[in-house]
């Protein structure tokens, strides 16, 4: 049975990962902050990384650590690259497996969206940027590698810290009204659709950069009035706002999302609608 070392193993993805995978692979899971000292991994430190690697040898590396708040990023661009650009490459060295990285629509400036996978890159924010660089040094570098970008995550685990998904459905139960931008443009994308994505990506050993997500683009006011229908909830709570109006630390990118004809004419796969994942979701929830 071959292993499978997964960075970030406890977050969103992580946890859609994990049951994706386990009964094919041996999975050596780690975290930043991992409850027991044994699967904790700070993919910034080198020689963390250099050690561990030494004691474990995994086939492949499942990359999903990542500083993922955004604003965070743009307040401390220097712990931004370590992690983000820097993890990569202490996961790199001396690496002979296949490597799987997690990247990001934010690779794009946002202008002209949604996006194949050869239109040019122009990240506008810290936490984009750093995910390029890492994207650049793969393309650049002797490992065998995918790069998965994906967009707009979510899931309803009773275990994920931050959701769009949970704060919309929680909100509305308690009848309280949310404002959410109606200007930023994706293709929202269930962790569990791209973890069953991940999982033929590791068993078909496919190599190259590809994007995955679930087929609709919609803004993110459209997502969450989507949302609500899905589960039974009072969409005239949800208020549309602009995203200058949520002075943030970071710019987004505005009209983005990700298409995926080369997943479906190169490798046969089609993604679940939206709202097919959104539906699944709740019927798994049983609420
Ligand atoms: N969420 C999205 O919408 C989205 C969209 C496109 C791409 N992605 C990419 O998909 C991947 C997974 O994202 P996610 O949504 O699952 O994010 P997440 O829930 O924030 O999980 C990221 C994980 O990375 C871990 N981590 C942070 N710093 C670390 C470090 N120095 N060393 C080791 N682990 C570290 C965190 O561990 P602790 O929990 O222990 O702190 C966390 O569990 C990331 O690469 C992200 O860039 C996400």
Same mark, same amino acid.
């Given at each position: 049975m071959k292993s499978i070392l997964i960075t970030g193993a406890f977050g969103q993805l992580g946890l859609a990962c994990s049951n994706a +995978?386990?009964?094919?692979?041996?999975?050596i899971k780690t975290g930043l902050n991992a409850n027991s000292v044994t699967n904790r991994l700070d993919i910034s430190s080198k020689k963390s990384v250099e050690s561990f690697l030494g004691q474990h040898t995994p086939d492949i590396i499942l990359n999903l650590a990542a500083m993922t708040d955004v604003d965070g990023c743009e307040r401390d661009p220097g712990g931004a690259n370590r992690i983000n650009f820097e993890g990569v490459v202490n996961l790199c060295e001396g690496f002979k497996g296949h490597f799987i990285q997690l990247s990001t629509d934010y690779v794009f400036n946002g202008l002209k969206g949604p996006y194949l996978e050869e239109h040019p890159t122009d990240a506008i924010?810290?936490?984009? %940027?750093s995910k390029l660089d890492a994207e650049k040094f793969l393309i650049n570098s002797k490992? &065998?590698?995918?790069?998965?970008?994906? &967009?707009v995550l979510y899931s309803y685990s009773p275990d994920t810290k931050a959701s769009f998904l949970k704060w919309v459905v929680e909100s509305l139960k308690d009848s309280k009204g949310i404002n959410v931008v109606r200007d930023q443009w994706n293709n929202p994308t269930s962790t569990n659709s791209l973890a069953q994505f991940i999982n033929w990506v590791v068993l078909s050993e496919t190599y190259g950069l590809y994007h995955y997500a679930d087929t609709g683009i919609m803004s993110r006011f459209?997502?969450? %009035?989507?949302?609500?229908?899905?589960?039974? +909830?009072?969409?005239?709570?949800?208020?549309p706002i602009l995203t200058s109006e949520l002075d943030q630390?970071?710019?987004?990118?505005l009209k983005s999302g990700l298409r995926t004809q080369k997943i479906q004419n190169q490798l046969s796969i089609v993604p679940p609608t939206v709202q097919a994942s959104l539906i699944e979701i709740y019927n798994s929830l049983k609420l």
């Open positions: +995978l386990q009964t094919k692979f041996r999975l924010c810290v936490y984009g %940027q490992i &065998n590698h995918t790069i998965i970008r994906a &967009n459209e997502f969450a %009035q989507l949302i609500a229908e899905v589960f039974g +909830l009072d969409s005239d709570l949800i208020k630390a970071a710019s987004r990118p």
